[in-house]
């Protein structure tokens, strides 16, 4: 039997508002209970990095274990299949140069990928609110711009971590722990700093970057495609440019040949991206940073105003 | 086949239900009148200061004066906003929300000052919103959007989820809390809505057009339950409506905007009270030469059915007599004559018409 006596009953409210709720924390969770809802998507952006982060903290271990003198055949176990996969992995770790190498490679190529997860969360997170009308209810309440872009911010910057940072200082760990007398820690710490550092930066910025360009679109799909237009149409400019005019700085403006030339840089890596001054790099990056923020503050503040 | 009917069945037990809590609404508004007349007259006493005190308000956008000195008072208790398209209602609001502030002028709501930082997030924890149109947070259940809102209004989450299941009891959305608000239909939605815009408790409600694209039994519900709000829980709440039945239905007082000012306001029965007096007045005879007669009278007349006549009276007393003239001059036999009562709806459009008059006249 359905409970219909407690129906239409209006109770008042008997406890106390909070002077200043946490805002964001709150938008946070809601942002990711919706994404974490949709787990086709969310299971097909996180495996890719959730199996390279095994297949690398395996390789990681192996190296160490080599170093060891450990055999390949004890790595896969005595079947035949488990001899093959241990010949293999001491391949693969033999060829790689040093466990700093795999892991900075790997970090760049986490990172690289972490654009689809943060696009894919990111873009609709603005524009979606404002088609759907949430900033219609969001803005009545005492939420203050800040608060309400630092919850969308957050939501998407948790992927984009999940995405670069997370995997990266899982494979940091294993080779921590798997490294003798944490040689790891000792002699190649400063890449799990910087591994941090970078990650954080970047994160942000493409965060960024991906809620301006939702907060400009109507639709995620809209803010999916200009992202990736964008992206992708100054790189190709970058690339001309630098072509034409003979001079590689000109790939400066790209956002994406920036951070490769910002990570050679950071990880003292050399590359062919390295061939120019890397002060052009932290300058695009910065100026699409802030202008990010400056579109940001002026959309949200419109949305509010319309509200 | 035996699905569509169940599923008919549950459309009709559905209809049912939502009848008997309209009538259950109904009867809780009954019966809180009746207990809590005395103490409600005592209380409304007790705390009569306006909840909306707006002094010279001017607001701009570019060369359209939204608000032109507006100075208004509303007293606590429902009151009705109406308005023809591009009154102002919309910035009035806005500018009720601390959204926007105005160019000049003062404003305090809800005891609140809307123009300062400290002031708005007072005032927003003051203010349940129910805006126009759809609106809902993309991907959330309907418990997760207003529990989230709640948070967000400034309640921990524990009361926020609680709180949430009560006032989604309260507007009559059972299971469907749990599913995502984007199936849902414009009726729960407006439910919803309102739930979020009552999650907080706030003493000052902003309902605009809730019964929008609602069908008559949704209308109803929620009528009720705006009703009940503004009477038997006592709280302020400002209705902008289109519709000019349901403000009369639910409102004690209202204000009527026009081009940026106040047309009219006061409460609905004193404003109604001063429209125009009118009869109804059915004849037998020459009726065009009645009609003819009711002209030369100066008394103005329109059609209301095969020889019956709406005709307005000189003054604000309802005394018959020059249409029973005009109708002895014309040899019409009147054989049926009554009050016609007068509604909002004219004295809308009377406090309108003198405002256009009032705005060539300057």
Known sequence: MKAEANLEVYRPFTGTLRENPRSAIALWKGGLRVAFRRRLALMLLLAPPAIAAVIFSFVVYTKYALEQGVTPGALGGESVIGKMAGTMVKDLASEALAARKLIVDFHLAMSGFSILLVAWYGAGLIADDRRNGAHLLLFARPLSRTSYVLGRFLTVATFGALGAIVPTLLVCTVAALASPDWSFLRYEGSVVVKTILFGAAWVTSISTFVLAVSSLATRKAFALAGTFGVVFALGAIASLLAKIQREPAWRALSPGMSWARISNEVFAVSSRASRWDAEYAYLSVSVLFVLSCAVIAWRVRRMEAVA | ?362
């Open chain 2, 1 to 362: 086949m035996s699905a569509a009917r169940d599923a008919e069945h549950r459309n009709a037990d559905q209809l049912d239900a939502q009848h008997r809590n309209a009538e259950q609404l109904d009867a809780q508004h009954r019966n809180a009148e009746q207990l809590g007349a005395k103490q409600a007259g005592a209380d409304q006493a007790g705390t009569n200061a306006p909840i909306l005190v707006l002094d010279d308000l001017v607001k701009t956008y570019g060369a359209v004066r939204a608000l032109d000195g507006l100075t208004l008072q509303l007293p606590p208790g429902p009151t009705g906003l109406l308005g023809p398209n591009g009154a102002g209602k919309t910035t009035l609001l806005k500018l009720c929300l601390g959204l926007i502030g105005p160019d000049s002028g003062s404003a305090r709501i809800a005891g609140c000052d809307p123009t300062t930082t400290a002031g708005r997030a007072r005032l927003r924890r003051s203010i349940g919103y129910m805006p126009e149109g759809d609106c809902l947070v993309p991907g959330m259940s309907g418990v997760e959007t207003v529990g989230m809102l709640a948070r967000l209004s400034g309640l921990v989450p524990r009361d926020a989820m609680t709180r949430a299941h009560e006032v989604l009891d309260y507007v009559g959305l059972d299971e469907a809390r749990y599913r995502e608000v984007a199936g849902w239909s414009t009726g729960m939605k407006q439910r919803l809505k309102l739930a979020q815009a009552l999650v907080h408790d706030p003493p000052l409600l902003l309902l605009d057009e809730p019964t929008d694209g609602l069908d008559p039994t949704g209308r109803r519900h929620m009528l009720a339950l705006v009703h009940d709000l503004g009477h038997a829980q006592k709280k302020s709440l400002i209705l902008c409506s289109h519709l000019l039945p349901d403000v009369e239905a639910t409102c004690d007082s209202v204000v009527v905007l026009s081009r940026g000012r106040a047309a009219a306001s006061g409460r609905i029965d004193a404003l109604v009270g001063t429209a125009r007096a009118r009869v109804r007045v059915e004849v037998h005879g020459d009726g065009a030469a009645f009609a003819r007669e009711l002209d030369a009278a100066g008394l103005a007349h329109e059609s209301a059915g095969a020889s019956a006549y709406s005709v307005d009276l000189p003054g604000a007393e309802l005394d018959a007599d020059p249409v029973l003239a005009a109708a002895a001059r014309s040899n019409a036999r009147v054989v049926a004559i009554e009050p016609e009562r007068a509604t909002l709806q004219q004295a809308f459009l009377r406090a309108l018409d003198e405002a256009a008059i009032g705005t060539t006249s300057r």
